[in-house]
């Protein structure tokens, strides 16, 4: 199966050197580029895309606004934010709009092209340590107003299902929770469908952004029961 991507950035060499490193892949092609969120909307409506690789700093319509109307639409594409700065309060933004992950734009090839096909079957790029220090950085910046109702949430689910919420925000994989808990693997997949349903949550990244602003986990990765 050919992962549809679409390169949204303002610069284009940048565009340039994305597309050159995709279409050596035999599993990607780039179908859409666009030059600043609000094009990149439009295109999305009109071109079947699979995956954004989505700029936070443009004119117009700027990435972060972009990633959360384009998650809003109707079976969107998965979206994964690229910046130059390694602590960027926009791409934690984005996180929170809907994107599934977050890169650096001087990512290694073999990084991005493993981080596009991770999100293309689903995974959220959680794990990378860009999007672990992001959020232990700025977790502490979040507002406490606000975050209690967010907290009355916590309370649908059960005692399993926070320990797996918390080891979820931790970056671990389902195998790596199902070898912690002595569960099955399946088992850690049907507790991870029901917190998303329970906290009417998309994916694996709103569950670590969700995690982090309750406290559930602090900066740095501790959790608390």
Known sequence: MTIRVMLVD???????????V??????????????????????????????????????KLDGVEATRRICAEPEPPKVLILTTFDLDEYAFSGLKAG????????????????????????????????????LDRFAPMLPSTGQEPRHKELE?????????????????????????LVLSEATVKTHVGRILTKLGLRDRVQVVVLAYETGLVRAGGGGHG
């Open 22 to 59: 995709l279409a050596a892949q035999p599993d990607m092609e780039v179908v859409a580029e666009a030059g600043d969120g609000v094009e990149a909307l439009q295109v999305v409506r009109s071109t079947a895309v699979d995956v954004v690789l989505m700029d936070v700093r443009m004119p």
């Open 156 to 180: 649908r689910l059960t005692e399993r299902e926070r320990e797996v919420m918390i080891l979820v925000a931790q970056g671990l994989s389902n195998g790596e929770i199902a070898a912690r």
């Open 99 to 134: 994107a599934s992950g977050f890169m650096l734009k001087d990512v290694p090839p073999g990084e991005l092209l493993a981080a596009i096909r991770s999100v293309h079957s689903g995974d959220a790029v959680v794990a990378p340590s860009t999007t672990r220090r992001l």
């Open 10 to 20: 303002d610069q284009v060499l940048l565009r340039t050197g994305f597309r050159m």
